[in-house]
């Protein structure tokens, strides 16, 4: 069987990164197209600009010609906030969005655009990796830069529903640069991981997501799934390596 074919956008950054490495590490099964904005980036990220394609995914062609024969998307992009002004010593920084980079271009219209663009190129699956958060609309990330970033990240989720294409939702918690696999990852759902009080765990490291990202490709349990992931305490528990049985635990729907 030919390997599946996936376009990963956002794979210069730092969670999509490690996404395409793995990917990469399993070549019998994947063949990788990696969306990037920068070639000089992709190498430096990626070590090597094989299979990647320069564009934008608010510009319908570009992400046209990067998903034609892909069978699977994983969308990794999102807007960023930046220092606006030069930074006052002992005051925290203020931060803005950049013109046509603000949430509502990249998270949702831009999102929209790769959704479109996947079902009319016939793909069969997408993994769409957003943040937890997104049920609190007073959410502290949405006051960054006046953006509502979780908010439009959550209308993304829905429109990415509503389209039909066969969808994997991974909201992850606070990211951490850390190595993976030495934790137990656990899944949730409408950010129960924020109950005030509660101890509950709500931060994961990077390369964990990632791995959620590739096995979500493989398991057909992770099929038409939407969930919160985090991961406990280094120790506290054995490290997840069952994620047949961590996707038995997810529901469908926002």
Sequence with gaps: MAPKKVLVTGATGQTGSIVVHKLRDLKDEFDIVSFVRSEAKAKEKLGSIDGTVVGDITDRNSVDQAIAGCQALVILSSSAPVVKGTPQPGRRPELEFLPGAFPKDIDYNGQKNLIDAAAAAGVEHIVQVGSMGGTDENHYLNSLGNGNILIWKRKAEQYLINSGITYTIIRAGGLMDEPGGRREIIVGKDDAFFIPDSNMPHKLPRADVAA????????????????????????????????????AQTKSGL
Aim: hydrophobic share 50%; proline share 6%.
């Design 212 to 247: 959620v990202v590739v096995h979500a490709l493989r398991e057909p349990l992770a099929r038409n799934k939407a969930f919160d992931v985090v991961t406990r305490e280094e120790g506290e528990a054995a490290p997840t390596t069952d994620f047949a049985a961590l996707f």
